[in-house]
């Protein structure tokens, strides 16, 4: 898995921040789907848009 970066306003630190989030690693999705017969798929699509593992503040790990 790689790391994503963006800037955003963290309500925490009441300012605009760097925030970083973990991309999804579509390989290891794919695999996890197969082996599940495709029941993973759904929380590949969450993971996809950002539902799941989203973008966390750099200065206090606040969700951004
Ligand atoms: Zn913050």
Avoid: D, E, F
């Avoid at 991309?23 to 789907?33: D, E, G, Q, V």
């Avoid at 798929?41 to 973008?55: A, D, F, M, N, R």
């Amino acid at each position: 898995m790689g790391q994503k970066q963006t800037s955003g306003y963290c309500a925490h630190c009441q300012k605009n921040v760097m925030a970083t989030g973990t991309t999804p690693s579509h390989l290891l999705h794919l695999i996890l789907s197969l082996l599940t017969a495709g029941l993973w798929i759904p929380i590949w699509i969450l993971v996809s848009i950002g539902k799941i593992g989203g973008y966390r503040c750099t200065q206090c790990g606040n969700r951004v």
